[in-house]
């Protein structure tokens, strides 16, 4: 027993790279304690008595005592330890720092960690959301382009591309960039925009020299620049997308084509359809959309064919500049005059939107009984027509009862009656005799406003 004590007591000395028995409850005490522990216990299985005094046959036969699991064990301590001396133990590899702890050394509290922690997530999130709606949008426009269906988007910038070297006399690029649902972005150059050209090029001259140019440019520059916030339809023509930047988001190009859609358009308006006739005929009242407004008249969109509204046809009203009173986008109802097939296939129409204001006057006419005076601005003079009924050097004059807003005509005025010949933007005294079937007041005019009546009735 001594024998198998000194081993034991010789294996505790091992040094730490060789692996020892360890009891599972070991738990890391100096190798004295570990010592006396297996003396006590060697003394204990020599000479602890059976119950009845006698030896019996479990004292003959060392028990078997369960496996026990190996581990290292623990560098022993040099006999210098008590002198204060010892040789340092070895740690292992080191263990990396959490975030936490850098962060305590940079001056960040508990608190401040778990917000910044929270808000890195936070980014992570977002910009994975949009990556997946990037890509889910991205494959609906493939679809789109692969099957040429109109998509719809926003004017919302200028853009312009110089073609070839910076010494080269070239035709600039002029883009405008449209802003489709989900925030993507399409170029569409100003040539695909319109079915016909919207720059008379008889009046562009000196294109061979660098000036010219510029002021080619200029010119579609500012033509485009009236086509803020105008919603469009277009055709997508191309598509390409690279790496995403240093923020994650996704380097695209998308090209697209007004032109393109509006011929769809107008074919479904203009074409012959199953049954042989047009969606749109003569006489009718169709709605239109404003392309862009100048000050003698607008420009509009009627299924698909681009037209213009002089100010003749455009509205009842006195106005100098159509600017004051239309704006891109807006919607009216207009009456279809007259539609002409050219030769290419290509339609020209021409519309008015005096009717739409004649219709609504109408339903105003019980707010001017027989015998109301009131105020008109005259809108325009016309010698009255040559009649055997009318005398010789009478005008019709046409006003707007612009508290009203109705359309108001005078026959028949002698063009002394007011001391001098009225001229449009006159303010008139005006007396209600009735209406017209189309709409229109039928007054009586009495003097300018402001001034005695000439002539009394």
């Known amino acids: ?28 005490e100096t190798e004295e304690t570990n010592a006396a522990d297996t003396g006590n216990e060697a003394d204990s299985a020599g000479s602890a008595p059976s119950g009845d005094g006698q030896d019996s046959p479990q004292e003959t036969a060392p028990e078997e005592k369960p496996k026990r699991r190996r581990a ?81 988007g926003v004017v919302s910038s200028v853009e312009i591309r110089h073609v070839g070297g910076p010494d080269e006399v070239t035709e600039d690029l002029v883009l405008l960039a449209v802003m489709l649902d989900g925030g993507y972005k399409v170029l569409v150059p100003l040539e695909e925009f319109y079915q016909e050209n919207p720059v008379d090029m008889r009046t562009a001259t000196d294109l061979d020299t660098a000036e010219g140019q510029r002021e080619l440019t200029r010119r579609k520059r500012a033509l485009a620049e009236k086509l803020y916030e105008l919603q469009i339809p277009l055709i997508i023509t191309d598509m390409e997308m690279n790496d995403r930047d240093e923020n994650g988001a996704y380097d695209y190009a998308i090209v697209g084509s007004r032109r393109k859609a509006l011929d769809i358009i107008e074919m479904q308006n203009f074409g012959a359809g199953r049954g042989g006739n047009q969606a749109i005929n003569e006489g009718d009242m169709v709605p239109a959309t404003i392309t862009s407004v100048s000050i003698h008249g607008v420009a509009v969109v009627v299924g698909g064919v681009d037209t213009r509204i002089p100010m003749r046809l455009l509205t009842f009203r006195y106005l100098l500049d159509a600017r004051t009173a239309y704006h891109v986008g807006q919607e009216l109802l207009v009456y279809v005059n007259k539609i002409e097939t050219l030769p290419n296939g290509r339609h020209e129409i021409e519309v008015s939107a005096k ?100 002539l009394n009735h």
């Open 1 to 28: 027993m001594a024998d198998s004590m000194e081993v034991h007591a010789e294996e505790v000395g091992q040094p730490t790279d060789e692996l020892v028995v360890q009891d599972p409850d070991f738990d890391g």
């Open 355 to 454: 009717q739409a204001e004649l219709q609504s006057a109408r339903m105003r006419q019980r707010l001017l009984p027989v015998g109301t005076s009131t105020l008109g601005v005259i809108t325009s003079v016309r010698p009255a027509p040559s009649r055997p009924d009318i005398p010789a050097g009478t005008l019709n004059i046409t006003a707007y009862l612009k508290m009203y807003d109705m359309p108001a005509i005078v026959r028949g005025l002698p063009v002394a009656y007011l001391g001098r010949p009225p001229i449009a933007g006159d303010e008139v005294r005006l007396v209600v005799l009735g209406f017209t079937p189309a709409g229109f007041v039928v007054a009586d005019c009495r003097s300018f406003n402001g001034a005695p009546g000439l």
């Open 72 to 152: 290292k064990q623990p560098a022993a301590k040099d006999a210098s330890e008590g002198e204060g001396e010892s040789e340092p133990a070895d740690a292992g590899p080191a263990r990396r720092r959490t975030k936490m702890e850098a962060a305590g050394d940079s001056g960040m509290s508990r608190a401040e960690v778990l917000r910044d922690a929270r808000q890195r997530e936070a980014e992570r999130l977002i910009a994975r959301q949009e990556r997946e709606r990037f890509l889910a949008g991205w494959s609906a426009l493939k679809t789109a382009m692969r099957r040429h269906s109109i998509v719809n």
